[in-house]
């Protein structure tokens, strides 16, 4: 690598997915130095004018034809989620890395065989977009855990709150069921919170006992497509929208079983109203506490006992060795939402240009990661049915 900020000699990219999350890739990916080669959407007309608007040369139409250009080494699997099983295997076969959103695919036997096929390719990057892994402070709690320093881990709590579906009127593709485990609110951003959780704790989860809500069961379903995060979509009272039914959850609180006897719950929802995207996470443990708020990622709480709490600006001169390294304004100047991303990256394209012989095992989110995620998922819909505590398979 060239500097920390760029990654030389890295292949070319491509990026499924116009829609919300594609063009964050594109950003983030400019932003390190990797060409982006093209896009392909789910709709050309609307492919189009996402890659006009992100200046980018190519807009192919089929995956046949991103697959067939010679520039592309790496592929950014952006699409709706029930697209990423077929997708993904398609650009690993194809001998590509592939770094895909999460969910990585809608069922545990769709993750457990892109798992089996990455493990069989080690020399493909194989990832999975857990962004939230790449705040300077989250690797800050998880350093502090990991040294003993805040003794044992008692209990994870939290929660992630939206309110971009809180009206009838606000439709998006995530609301549809996806005939596997149906869940929306837990599936697109309770993996992000478990995996966070995770990742800050080192310990799996075990076991879930789930309660999910759908508080709007029927939505206004508009004919043209409504993107993500757009805003109440123009459809009361207009002819060219219709109600369906809605069986996917607004919002689900889990209980929580890790191992080594750590307790956790954390609740979703789409429906709260002035919350955008709120992620909060504190750990207690018999030394101390912590607590982190993603509306103020750049501040990290410390609880004491017996002494006085603290607030910890992010500070590189501050912050242990694997959070300053991902730390890359002074204190003061805030890291944010695309900083992450730029991060991730920077962790997968390093590992990809380094030379293979001296490779250490990577340190991104794996299809590993992803095959958990979508493994609790299951566990917490089965939990949900039967009303009792579920074992995560």
Not at 49 to 77: I, T
Not at 215 to 242: E, I, N, V, Y
Not at 319 to 346: M, N, V, W
Not at 348 to 373: H, K, L, N
């Amino acid at each position: 690598m060239s500097s920390p900020w760029m990654v030389a000699g890295a292949p070319g990219a491509a990026v499924i997915g116009g829609g919300f999350i594609g063009p964050v890739h594109v950003e983030a990916l400019r932003r390190i130095g990797v060409q982006v080669v093209g896009l392909l959407g789910g709709a050309p007309d609307r492919a189009e004018v996402a890659a006009r608007r992100l200046a980018l040369p190519k807009v192919y139409r089929s995956l046949d034809e991103l697959l067939g250009d010679e520039r592309v080494g790496v592929v950014h699997v952006a699409s709706p989620n029930a697209l990423h099983f077929p997708q993904a295997r398609r650009v690993l076969e194809s001998g590509r890395h592939v770094l895909c959103e999460k969910p990585l695919a809608t069922s545990s036997e769709e993750t457990a065989a892109l798992r089996s096929l990455a493990e069989s390719r080690p020399e493909q990057a194989a990832a999975v977009n857990y962004n939230i892994r790449y705040y300077p402070l989250c690797r800050q709690v998880r350093e502090r855990i990991a040294s003993g320093t805040l003794g044992r881990v008692l209990s994870v709590t939290g929660s992630y709150v939206q309110d971009w579906l809180l009206y009838p009127e606000d439709y998006n593709w995530r609301v549809e069921p996806d005939g596997r485990t149906n869940l929306r609110a837990v599936a697109d951003i309770g993996t992000h919170w478990m995996d966070l959780a995770q990742f800050l704790i080192g310990r799996p989860i075990r076991a879930v006992n789930a309660d999910l809500a759908t508080f709007h069961t029927q939505r206004l379903k508009p004919t043209g497509p409504a993107d993500t995060f757009s805003g109440p979509a123009a459809t009361a009272g207009s002819p060219t929208a219709r109600a369906v039914a809605i069986t996917t959850e607004d919002h689900a609180a889990v209980l929580l079983r890790f191992d080594d006897g750590v307790r956790g719950a954390f609740h979703v929802s789409q429906v709260t109203a002035g919350r955008k995207n709120r992620l909060t996470i504190e750990i207690a443990a018999t030394e101390g506490a912590l607590a982190w708020d993603s509306e103020s990622p750049n501040r990290l709480w410390i609880g004491s006992r017996r002494g006085p709490n603290q607030l910890l600006e992010r500070d590189p001169a501050l912050l242990g060795s694997s959070a300053a390294a991902i730390s890359h304004y002074p204190g003061g100047h805030a890291e944010g939402f695309p900083d992450t991303f730029k991060q991730l990256f920077l962790d997968v394209y390093g590992w990809i240009v380094d030379d293979p012989a001296a490779r250490q095992p990577p340190t991104f989110p794996s299809f590993a990661d992803g095959d958990q995620e979508v493994r609790i998922c299951e566990a917490i819909a089965r939990s949900a049915a039967a009303g009792q505590w579920v074992s995560v398979s």
